[in-house]
């Protein structure tokens, strides 16, 4: 059981280039989250998904699109990098009990656009 | 969504017990609390959840008053590492999963 795994874990971009952060779990968790964490800061909520096929936008959507076509993955994609995108990265997933918030996170992905 | 208010950091020593309270005043009826310890460079790790009065697990204790508007989260004997950012967490209004971390309260375990 390996819990919430990402890759890559470092990525360096140049401005407007595009990527993709993978995010994969292996708990049949039905939620999932992308959150960003700036230096300093707490984390900010980029999109959830509530199940295969549903996504919703969080606090911080714009610049990022996600999919979740799969339980298991929900990958998060950044188009046309921006310097504003540095950040690290994380995803996590939770069991469906909606009044339980117990995440569970991945290790991060560490992303710097220059 | 229901916001959090948490003190931005405090210091202790090693061994004293450490106290954190956070305010939830627009906590929704059946909202959780739930904390959060997250250390540099690493994805933030449950530490406790509860609904009322009082929970205690091997990490922590939650100490939660009848009016739930509070939490406090309580750590018995801190050692050094137990130096790292602690989030407080409460379900948002509309029972969606979305939740707001906030800036967390910034603990410092000194020797």
Known sequence: ?114 | LAKTTQPISMDSYEGQEVNITCSHNNIATNDYITWYQQFPSQGPRFIIQGYKTKVTNEVASLFIPADRKSSTLSLPRVSLSDTAVYYCLVGDEEGRRALTFGSGTRLQVQP
Request: charged share 15%; proline share 6%; with cysteine.
């Open chain 1, 1 to 114: 059981n390996a819990g919430v795994t990402q890759t890559p874990k470092f990525r360096i971009l140049k401005i407007g280039q595009s990527m993709t952060l993978q995010c994969t779990q292996d708990m049949n968790h039905n939620y999932m989250y992308w959150y960003r964490q700036d230096p300093g800061m707490g984390l900010k909520l980029i999109y959830y998904s509530v199940g295969a096929g549903i996504t919703d936008k969080g606090e911080v959507p714009n610049g990022y699109n996600v999919s979740r076509s799969t339980t298991e993955d929900f990958p998060l994609r950044l188009e046309l990098a921006a310097p504003s995108q540095t950040s690290v990265y994380f995803c996590a997933s939770s069991s469906p009990d909606l009044q339980k918030h117990e995440q569970y996170f991945g290790p991060g992905t560490r992303l710097t656009v220059t």
